[in-house]
Antibody, heavy 121, light 106 residues
């Protein structure tokens, strides 16, 4: 059974860089029909797609966050990571990593449990 | 960018009721629409993909329809465990979620 687990600091200071890692177990991140993504949810609000990455390092970002986001992949560790720079209180959210099935359809079919990141001094 | 608008924002219904909610895209997204269920404190769960296809293991009381800009999600007979917020998501151009419909038991 595929499992995704987010990890990283729960508290980040304003103007600093948020860094999270998603560890994938029970399946290979190299599987060609999947991309891997980050989605966030501010407290009490809806879902916002941040970006996705393929195992070869190809990325796609939300235009509204593109200038501040970097997603990378480490196939040797079966994990991928998120960096979001110059954070503000508006970046406080529950951050999810998820698998994006991408073959004859596209959907986020497996999700991590989420990790809360608070931006505060 | 494509905007997704869900209505209503909240909905109250009784066990056994037929429940319907809608999702409207700001432009034609063909059939490229998914529905997710998010229970309190949990990650979203995929229910319907490509507007009308039931994900494996999802009860048949859930269904979806539509294409183009207008989509509908239906629960044929509401069960207590269906209390959740439901989100639509398009993938015709990048990925955008609707703001959600919160479903409560009357």
């Amino acid at each position: 059974q595929l499992q995704l687990q987010e990890s990283g600091p729960g508290l980040v200071k304003p103007s600093e860089t948020l860094s999270l890692t998603c560890n994938v177990s029970g399946g290979s991140i190299r599987n060609s029909i999947y991309y891997w993504g980050w989605i966030r949810q501010p407290p009490g609000k809806g879902l916002e797609w941040i970006g996705t990455i393929y195992f070869n390092g190809s990325t796609c970002y939300n235009p509204s966050l593109k200038s501040r986001v970097t997603i990378s992949v480490d196939t040797s560790k079966n994990q991928f990571s998120l960096k979001l720079s110059s954070v503000t209180a508006a970046d406080t959210a529950l951050y999810y990593c998820a698998r994006l099935y991408s073959s004859n359809s596209q959907n986020f079919d497996y999700w991590g449990q989420g990790t809360l990141v608070t931006v505060s001094s | 960018d494509i905007q997704m608008t869900q209505s209503p924002s909240s909905l109250s219904a009784s066990v056994g009721d037929r429940v319907t909610m809608t999702c409207q895209a700001s432009q034609d997204i063909r059939k490229y629409l998914n529905w997710y269920q998010q229970k309190p404190g949990k990650a979203p769960k995929l229910l319907i993909y490509d507007a009308s296809n039931l994900e494996t293991g999802v009860p048949s009381r859930f269904s979806g329809s539509g294409s183009g800009t207008d989509f509908t999600f239906t629960i044929s007979s509401l069960q207590p465990e269906d209390i959740a917020t439901y989100y639509c998501q398009q993938y015709d151009d990048l990925y955008t979620f609707g703001q959600g419909t919160k479903l409560e038991i009357k």
